[in-house]
């Protein structure tokens, strides 16, 4: 595959077009320990973007992650509060990660309804849950213990601990994706569900697992941003979907379903994760980073249509040759 033709190499050259630009300016930027901190950053981003990148190859979108993650945070805080372990507190807030997210696969695969108004439904069902248990309140740092809040921020080898979560991620569902008969349905439901059908693929059920593996994964994900920021609340990364949603699309991840790699969703993730970590650096205001996101999408999204696009047949010249 050329370069050009390849929507990875072309991602990553622009991320470090746009560190080269900032560094030329703030050289400091480009220190190490920096680069290690965006990564760090963008962790929970990556995390969930791997989640939303394979429900979105079935040709389905889940808008309730970042509700996800922000009720399984709540949950990880309350539990801390309550005295339970952390093992057992990390094996809760993935297990009801996933149970929520079964929740949005069981009403696409055995209702039908479409995923974008199941998940719009269970976005807010989540955001009113936490409401509920904790009447609005707040879980802040001094209710929190220190080994809840230092497994995220532990440094290993120079990196903290949520940094290599991110790490292992890639590696595990990059050979899932790549090496596994799921993975393999994951491409065939989203690339052609008739003919993985007769390919003795159940299409509803690959679809109710892409939507456990999401919510696996922000369920993981709101423990760590609770124990990173040490805080829990009602509306804690609100509009995150969006973001998660935005690093699929520029990643490459077909909106349509069947193409996309986890490679793609990782740096459409880190450009992200660059532009929101270099815009106060070069004196931008923050809030230029959903102009700048938006954008991004947009072209990302004529990029897809210009490679995909067939070439059409010219019929009077097919008729004139013969």
């Known amino acids: 595959m050329s370069l050009l033709k390849s929507r990875e190499a072309l991602l990553a ?39 939303q990148m394979i429900v979105i190859l079935t040709k389905c979108i889940d808008l309730s992650v970042a509700a996800n993650l922000a009720l399984c945070g709540m949950v990880a805080a309350l539990m801390n509060g309550a005295g339970v372990p952390l093992p057992l507190i990390l094996m809760g807030v993935v297990a009801l990660g ?32 936490i409401f509920l248990i904790t009447d609005g309140k707040w879980v802040n740092a001094h209710q929190m213990s220190d080994g809840f809040k230092a497994l995220p921020r532990t440094v290993l080898l120079g990196l903290p601990v949520m940094s290599w979560m991110a790490i292992a991620l890639i590696i ?54 609770v124990a990173r920021y040490a805080v829990a609340y009602v509306d804690i990364a609100g509009g995150f979907e969006l973001d998660v949603v935005a690093a699929c699309v520029i990643g490459g991840v077909a909106i349509a379903g069947g193409a996309g790699t986890v490679a793609g969703a990782v740096l459409g993730a880190l450009f992200l994760g660059v532009i929101k970590n270099a815009l106060p650096v070069v004196g931008i205001s923050p809030f230029w980073q959903m102009a700048i996101s938006g954008a991004a999408i947009v072209l990302a999204v004529t990029f897809n249509a210009t490679q995909a696009r067939a070439p059409g047949r010219i019929i009077l010249k097919s008729a004139e040759a013969r």
């Open 172 to 225: 595990l569902f990059t050979v899932v994706l790549t090496r596994t008969a799921l993975g393999r349905s994951f491409y065939a439901v989203g690339g052609n569900p008739h003919a993985a059908v007769y390919a003795g693929i159940n299409v509803g059920r690959t679809q109710f697992s892409a939507f456990v593996i999401s919510g696996a994964l922000a369920g993981l994900a709101g423990y760590l941003w």
């Open 13 to 51: 050259l622009a991320i470090l077009l746009l560190i080269g630009v900032v560094a030329a300016r703030f050289p400091a930027f480009v220190r190490p320990a920096n680069l290690a901190n965006v990564l760090n950053d963008t962790s929970p981003l990556i995390i969930l973007a791997i989640g």
């Open 98 to 129: 996933a149970g929520l997210g079964a929740v949005n696969g069981v009403l696409v695969w055995k209702l039908g309804i479409p995923s974008i108004v199941v998940t719009l439904g269970t976005m807010t069902i989540f955001r009113g849950t």
